[in-house]
């Protein structure tokens, strides 16, 4: 059987009402049959006493003369035919066809009999009666039949029945018209279930709400709950598996640093010694750059809005102390760098976050723009929002990079260093904060890349 769970429903609501209506059908019919049957006995029997209230003796000879009310009870729309026999026991026909096909009852007591016959090849009920005539000594038995046609006692019996049917069949449709649409609204509550499930974020681990829900979806439900908290608890434990080792590398590696800084102080080193621990010091420092790059990814991804909605910054602020910031490596790449800072734009948020956000986007922009190119900063506010845009003539990303440079590790550029981090930090940051982040290319009038990412205003 199918798996719809409607049309099983309805399988288990149509089968005993069909074995209902067919047996509680089958019963009115019974009855409906009786009722006619009856009716029709009743009359046939009631004409045959008038006809055969009507035999009387006349010099001897028995003679009958058929009242017309006793033929006149037929009378109905149908148009039934009625036949009649009136015959004594010596063969002698007294009125009627010849050919009615009568049936003798028993002479010793003049119940009449009923029974089904044909007619010129219609079929008819009928009735046979007896009546014994007395006259002089001599004892004659009259055997008066009548029969008619079916068709009003057929028109009765479906009179009776129909309704009662066509009743039950309404019943039934209107139980299956219910049902469906009780179905269609009942299951509602599951397919919002599954609604809230599919427009999920794949890290949004709050419990789906059981309240207003069914008592037999509620289990259902409160297992996919004790899934997305096992869930909940493994991605908070594998972040703070990475915070926790980015953590314990940052201590040795800085330790490290130190110590190459002070043996390559010493001059008297072999020249060879001394390329080799300058070697081993810059790759230390990228060791560093990716350990606090992994560092702010976990801070970043565990930032939660509700706890962050306890703190009022001013993006303003944080883009100006950035720009102060990067001011020096701007120089070093010849980039003119600028600003266009509201005077304030204040929002929820968090200082660290967001400056590293700042940051990020800033330093890509001076890094991967040519010497002598333009990186505008600029921080707008208006009634509802907050707007950061990093703005650079630099070459661009390359169409096939533009929708991958936000996964983290993926870089479009392998001949500059970097861990390709920043942007993915740089989504999670924003979307910690319920913002918008996206990335338009210029062609016109100039090349370049610029950065928008969008808060809600204070
Ligand atoms: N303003 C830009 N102009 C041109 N290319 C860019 C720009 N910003 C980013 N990109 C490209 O996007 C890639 C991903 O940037 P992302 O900041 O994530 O990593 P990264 O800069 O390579 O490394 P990291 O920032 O971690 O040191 C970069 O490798 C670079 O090729
Ligand atoms: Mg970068």
Redesign the pocket.
């Known amino acids: 059987m199918t798996n719809s769970l409607r049309i099983r429903l309805l399988w288990w609501l149509l089968v005993p009402l069909a074995i209902y209506v067919f047996v509680t059908g089958k019963a009115a019919y019974d009855n409906a049959r009786h009722t006619a049957d009856l009716v029709q006995e009743n009359t046939l029997l009631a004409s045959a006493r008038m006809i055969a209230g009507e035999v009387e003796w006349s010099d001897g000879r028995l003679l009958v003369d058929i009242p017309p009310a006793a033929l006149e009870v037929f009378a109905s729309p149908q148009g039934d035919q009625v036949f009649y026999n009136v015959s004594v026991d010596d063969g002698r026909l007294l009125a009627g066809a010849p050919d009615f096909p009568t049936r003798k009852t028993s002479a010793a007591h003049d119940s009449p009999v009923f029974y089904d016959a044909a007619i010129h090849g219609k079929p008819i009920r009928a009735v046979g009666m007896v009546r014994q005539m007395y006259d002089n000594g001599a004892i004659r038995s009259v055997l008066v039949s009548i029969g008619k046609t079916q068709a009003s006692r057929d028109a009765m019996l479906r009179e009776i029945w129909r309704p009662q049917l066509v009743r039950q069949i309404e019943m039934v449709l209107l139980a299956v018209a219910l049902t469906c649409i009780g179905l269609t609204f009942e299951l509602r509550p599951l397919l919002k279930v599954k609604e809230e499930v599919m427009d999920r974020d794949p890290m949004q681990l709050e419990p789906l709400r059981v309240e207003r829900m069914h008592t037999e979806l509620r289990p259902i439900v409160e297992a996919i709950n004790q899934c997305i908290a096992r869930l909940g608890l493994q991605v908070a434990a594998q972040r703070r598996f990475i915070a926790d080792a980015a953590h314990q590398l940052r201590t040795p590696l800085t330790l490290l640093e130190t110590q190459l800084q002070f043996a390559r102080q010493h001059r008297e080193m072999e020249p060879t010694l001394s390329e080799a621990l300058a070697a081993m010091q810059r790759s230390n420092r990228s060791m560093v750059g990716l350990t606090n790059k992994l560092l702010l990814l976990a801070q970043a991804e565990a930032a939660d809005y509700t706890q962050l909605a306890r703190q009022k910054v001013d993006l303003a602020a944080i883009a100006q102390d950035v720009i102060e910031d990067l001011a020096m490596f701007a120089q070093k790449h010849d980039i003119n760098l600028g600003a266009e800072l509201a005077e304030s734009a204040w929002m929820i948020g968090h200082q660290g976050l967001l400056s590293a956000l700042v940051h990020?986007v800033t330093?890509?922009a001076i890094?991967y723009t040519q010497a002598g190119g333009h990186v505008t900063v600029a921080v707008a506010r208006d009634e509802t929002r907050v707007t950061l845009t990093v703005t650079d003539d630099g070459p661009g990303i390359p169409a096939e990079a533009r929708s991958r440079v936000f996964e983290p590790f993926y870089r479009a550029s392998a001949d500059t260093e970097?861990t390709g981090l920043?942007?993915a930090i740089a989504k999670e940051i924003v979307q910690a904060h319920r913002g918008e982040i996206a990335l338009t290319h210029r062609e016109q009038p100039m090349r370049g890349v610029i950065f928008t990412a969008t808060f809600g205003a204070l």
Do not use: C
């Open positions: 990020n330093e890509n890094r970097g920043g942007l």
